[in-house]
């Protein structure tokens, strides 16, 4: 069960309006590494987890992840003023002027819709841990990119919060895999000398091969 608090995670505010940054920041609102893909991949994961602990870990961090589309969903709105002009918006998605009336839609910044194919689910703990690991470093790495491309300092604080806590939720979630990481896909149940081989295929060759010691457990079939 879910409700809505009326109260934002951060307080989002912008210092002017500035269209053309709005269709920058819809990446994070419906983008593959944005707050909607996020949210609906770790709700979609925790349907069958049986460890209570790490289920309600995803969740959790699925309804905040919630809380932050919010608050980029704002923040758009916000910068896209009250004037419908798609002239102030010389790159990238439009939509906003000539089909959403100004309303934050489930689009990147390219214009494209949302979809459930930026959703990633195995079955297998280990294997959507290490997903959304690399998830949540991801999404660092866009709004690292966002935060370098705008001046106002509203946005600005909004963007380090998130994030922030993008950081917080990549610990999580490796605390968790570390708790994990000797079951499901992650166990050793087949190892053989393969998995110890490293194929050089640069030419030339470095002097010593750095990643060639490859530490893999015998295989054991307990």
């Known amino acids: 069960m879910f409700k809505h608090e009326k109260i934002l995670f951060h307080p989002v505010?912008?210092?002017?309006?500035?269209?053309?940054?709005?269709?920058?920041l819809q990446e994070q609102l419906g983008g593959a590494n944005?707050?909607?893909?996020?949210?609906?991949?770790?709700?979609s994961q925790s349907f069958r987890i049986k460890d209570p602990e790490i289920k309600d870990l995803f969740l959790d961090i699925a309804a905040e992840e919630l809380g932050h589309m919010e608050m980029v969903a704002q923040t758009i709105?916000?910068?896209?003023?009250?004037?419908?002009?798609?002239?102030k918006v010389p790159a990238g998605e439009i939509e906003s002027h000539v089909l959403l009336g100004l309303n934050p839609g489930l689009i990147n910044a390219s214009g494209y819709s949302w979809t459930a194919d930026y959703v990633t689910v195995t079955g297998d703990l280990?294997?959507?841990l290490l997903?959304?690991?690399?998830?949540?470093?991801?999404?660092?790495?866009?709004y690292e990119y966002l935060y370098r491309q705008i001046d106002d300092k509203k946005v600005k604080e909004t963007i380090d919060f998130l994030l922030?806590?993008?950081?917080?939720?990549?610990?999580?979630?490796?605390?968790?895999?570390?708790k994990v990481q000797n079951t499901g896909?992650?166990?050793?149940?087949?190892?053989?000398?393969?998995?110890?081989?490293?194929?050089?295929?640069?030419?030339?060759?470095?002097?010593?091969?750095?990643?060639?010691?490859?530490?893999?457990?015998?295989p054991s079939f307990n």
Do not use: W
């Open 77 to 87: 709105n916000l910068l896209n003023g009250h004037d419908v002009d798609a002239k």
């Open 185 to 218: 896909s992650n166990r050793d149940f087949g190892t053989t000398k393969a998995a110890k081989m490293y194929f050089s295929m640069s030419e030339p060759s470095p002097s010593e091969n750095h990643f060639a010691n490859t530490d893999v457990t015998p």
């Open 13 to 24: 505010a912008v210092e002017r309006p500035n269209a053309q940054y709005a269709a920058l």
């Open 164 to 178: 922030n806590r993008e950081e917080a939720h990549n610990a999580m979630f490796r605390e968790a895999f570390n």
């Open 131 to 142: 997903s959304n690991i690399a998830s949540e470093q991801r999404a660092k790495v866009v």
């Open 34 to 43: 944005g707050e909607l893909k996020s949210a609906m991949q770790y709700m």
């Open 126 to 128: 280990c294997a959507d």
